[in-house]
């Protein structure tokens, strides 16, 4: 019998999964919320549904036929603010726990949560990894450390999670590079001096799938190896294309999410992932 599959969040990453799931020979469930996308959502799965988490009127029961789950789901692109944040993480992801806490069957179930290593938060650009304590400092981390934890709390014999923090995400169009670069010679309103954390989306189809295979439990950073800073990335991009730099400021914003830390991907290694694209700044390999 085939590989029962379900993806919450067809977005951009949850996307790519499935068609690589589907050239597995998958068979996979998939959700979106805006009924705009159905025709898309129709070509990349074989079950294709409509669902909110948090929806208390949804059909649920198709999570009783799964042996995995990948859970994508994001506020949609421009409302990053704490209220979109909260709805999504913290009900949103709570309530889909709590749904996978009343399933009605007790056959193995493997979740792979996508988080953000953005729940490191302040670390003054020190090293870090998952052993280290997220910074809740900012009501964002703060929800997605509560959406990491109620699914983390579904371990049970026949449950396990995998959390995966991600980096900011780049690869096919969303082209973080060259974005960088239409900044060349412009002011950026933002601390050039952080550390932040990046992964390509091939990377993290791939571990995904390594997550599934594998049934790894617990907290992954799924970063790249690049820890440089922002002016230092930037500066890399722009010079390779003899561009100006881009001029960032030396000082935190009032108020701002802060994500400043060097973030290891050491845990993944270990265990035998390899990380197709080691930075923006290499070519790209055919993943
Ligand atoms: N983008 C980054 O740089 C970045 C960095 C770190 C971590 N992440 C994490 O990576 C994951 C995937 O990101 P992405 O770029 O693929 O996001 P995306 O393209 O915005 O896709 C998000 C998906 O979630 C669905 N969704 C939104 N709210 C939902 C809800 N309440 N219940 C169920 N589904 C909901 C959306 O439905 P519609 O399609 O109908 O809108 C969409 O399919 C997310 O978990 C995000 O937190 C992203």
Redesign the pocket.
Known sequence: MATRFGI???????SAVARHFRARGFELTG????PD?LSELCSLVDHPRI????DAFADVSFFDRLDGLLV??????GHYCLEQYD??YRS?VNALASVLQRRSSSSPLHVTY?????VYGDQRGLPCNEDQSPDVSSGQNAALVSAEQALLNLASPSVQCAVLR????YGPNQDIPTMIRSAAGQRVAKNGDHINAWVHRDDIVRGVDFAFEQRLSGIYNMVDDLQLSRRELSHALCDSDGLPPVLWDAHDKPGARIFNARVSNARLKALGFQFAVPSMLEPVAAC
């Not at 959700?31 to 805006?34: E, F």
């Open positions: 919450i969040g067809c977005g951009y990453v949850g959700t979106i919320t805006r996308r669902y909110r988490a948090g994508a789901v994001a506020p949609q692109s709805a999504v949103g996508l988080s953000s290593a953005g991600l980096g900011g995400i």
